[in-house]
């Protein structure tokens, strides 16, 4: 079986994971952490990156961070992962949802200002698939609204817009290193990218527990204490050396998964263009990370059936998200604004198919090959 995803891999984490533990010095914070959070300041130039156990938990870092009150309301795509909302209502706010477009899948950037009330605290644009939002609309709405803007970047790490990193435009911004994405830290991971400087110092408070530690291990104080709010948001450095030997192989990992990509999109031109499934756009301006392939087919039915034969290929291939408005927790903690006019169909008839560092060119070839053999069979 084509598995759906291998975790990346390359040679030097090994390496690297060993030598932290032989240190004996792996809490968070420590050598590889920090050669971590030098590499992403310099690439995408921001005020300060934090490496965090998850993205889930750079989501309620800036939760925190932006002061979220019970009542608040923050705007958000439907179609996303349960962190990206989860993050906001554990602070008690209402998460006002806003339907995608369906190219892209990103939220519909021209229905965000309908959404915003008195209560509106921020925007959380999600770059779906590692393919952008338009961050110069999103950033112009925050700015004549004073909101913030949080970048829900977990899949668009190498990503850019108009030539700027994904994560970069926001307030704050968050990546994740789950083993489904391009890089992972072993199994686990995240990023909080700050990119207001203001928001540095209580950052780094509230990620060492709500104590100034990181002020003191700086010598900056001569004793650390609780000072505000706060939990462990920082991992292992068992982690960050995982990672360490991602970050060396970031652009080699890059240009194979576009090269996976560009032959699925080249493999399944044809199909698309006699209107048989749709394939994903590139938004204007964008520079993506290939971190994932998906198709759409005609509806819920098809979507089975072909999700079965490709299983019978051998070839996994799976579908995701229920949109969050219609998931139980989500009519609790949410609402829709307006009409779910793409949301729920256009989700309903999303495929992903395999995509990960290292995929052969024999195995894009037979989940093509299958891919047509469905489809002309019918
Ligand atoms: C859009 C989005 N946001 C947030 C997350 C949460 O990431 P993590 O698993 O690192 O907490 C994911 C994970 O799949 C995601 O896809």
Redesign the pocket.
């Known amino acids: 079986m084509i598995p759906f995803n291998k975790p990346p891999f390359t040679k030097n984490e090994e390496k690297y994971v060993l030598d932290a533990m032989s240190s004996q010095k792996f809490s968070g914070d420590g050598f590889y952490s920090k050669k971590c959070h030098t590499w992403f300041e310099r690439k995408l130039n921001c005020a300060k990156a934090l490496l965090t156990p998850?993205?889930?938990?750079a989501?309620e870092m800036a939760a925190i961070l932006i002061d979220v009150q019970p009542g608040d309301e923050i705007i958000m795509p439907s179609f996303?992962?349960v962190?990206?909302a989860n993050a906001f209502v554990l602070r008690g706010a209402k998460i006002v949802f806003v339907d995608v477009i369906p190219g892209s899948m990103n939220i519909d950037e021209e229905l965000v200002e309908k959404a915003i009330t008195q209560k509106t605290k921020a925007i959380v644009p999600?770059h779906?698939a590692g393919m952008c939002c338009d961050m110069h609309k999103i950033m112009d709405i925050a700015n004549r609204h004073n909101l913030f803007v949080i970048e829900?970047a977990?899949?668009a790490m190498m990503s850019s817009f108009e030539g700027k990193p994904l994560g970069t435009f926001g307030h704050l911004a968050?990546l994740?290193?789950?083993e489904?994405k391009n890089y992972t830290s072993g199994g686990?991971?995240?990023l909080l990218i700050i990119n207001d400087d203001s928001f540095i110092e209580r950052a780094e408070i509230i990620r060492e527990k709500g104590t100034n530690r990181s002020k003191f291990f700086r010598g900056a104080v001569d004793k650390y204490s609780w000072v505000d709010l706060g939990s462990s948001y920082l991992p292992c450095d068992l982690q960050a050396a995982y990672l360490w030997g991602q970050l060396e192989f970031s652009d080699i990992i890059l240009a194979d998964r576009l090269s996976s990509w560009e032959r699925y999109n080249q493999g399944l031109a044809d199909l698309a263009s006699r209107g048989t499934i749709e394939l994903p756009e590139i938004p204007v301006g964008c520079s993506h990370n290939g971190h994932m392939f998906y198709i759409k087919v005609k509806d819920l039915d098809e979507r089975q059936a072909f999700i079965s034969y490709l299983a019978e290929q051998g070839v996994m291939a799976v579908f995701h998200y229920i949109p969050l408005h219609s998931s139980s927790a989500g009519l609790t903690y949410g609402e829709f604004c307006g009409k779910d006019v793409h949301t729920t169909k256009e989700s309903e008839r999303l495929v992903r198919l395999p995509l990960f560092y290292g995929l052969s060119s024999a195995e894009s070839d037979h989940i093509i090959k299958s891919i047509v053999n469905f489809f002309d069979a019918k």
């Open positions: 998850n993205c889930t938990q989501l996303t992962f962190s990206t999600v779906y829900d977990a899949q968050a994740s290193f789950h489904t686990e991971g995240g």
